[in-house]
């Protein structure tokens, strides 16, 4: 069963179509991947799907309901959650803290209550606080609470940023190029600990990934942007013996030459 389906979804940025028509469909407990080059509209995608964009044509379907249309906070409740390309940590602030600012969405008492500090405030912030210390031991940071998130080394803060959006409790997880500015050993890890993410915590994930083999390693299926329009989409062998995927990535002669030699094998 679908956990998110889109169905020509449309961004234009005045004459420009960063986004076209774009169907896309991502079973559930699934690690999915959206390649393409440099400007081909993944970062806009996730912005769509996030609410952050609002789409001029199209239909996105999350669990079963409509949510393109609903503001951000309200698609992060339904279940969505997502990390960034740059670290967007509160640098000022530490691990359990930017962990707890993910936790918002889940507390139940009223700004009145946290003003006078009641009781139900009390335990609403105990129980948020032992969550938040959960969370960052599960993403392998124990004992790092309260360190400044600035202060932690790249490969911290990208988990740390995972934590916090773990703590909104999502379905649906979105990295958007998690693995940018690691090294192979770095990304081998993380990749590993993002497929355990699904295993361990049932999570349905979607990245955006320039790291062709962390893509070709964790993903159930790969879909292709060129343009703002997909291009293919398929299991790692198909998309790596797309032309069309070469094409986009390599340019006309290298899928010619792959035509070429197919024809002549």
Known sequence: MSLLSTNAVTKNFGGLVAVNKFDFDLPKQKIASIIGPNGAGKTTFFNCITGFYQIDDGEIIFDGERVNGLSTDKITRKGIARTYQNIRLFPAMTAIE????????????YWVEAIVHTRR????????????????????????????????????????????????????????????????????????FIRNLRDELGITILLIEHDMRVVMDISEQISVMDFGTKIAEGNPIEIQRNPRVIEAYLGRGAAAGLELQGATA
């Open 121 to 192: 405030i009390k335990e609403e912030e105990a129980r948020a606080s032992e969550e938040a210390t959960r969370l960052l031991n599960f993403v392998g940071l124990h004992g790092l609470g309260d360190q400044l998130s600035r202060n932690l080394p790249y490969g911290a803060q990208r988990r740390l940023e995972i934590a916090r959006a773990l703590a909104s409790k999502p379905k649906l997880l979105l990295l958007d190029e998690p693995t940018a500015g690691m090294n192979p050993h770095e990304s081998a890890e993380l990749t590993d």
């Open 98 to 109: 930017n962990i707890l600012v993910g936790y918002t969405p889940h507390y139940h008492t």
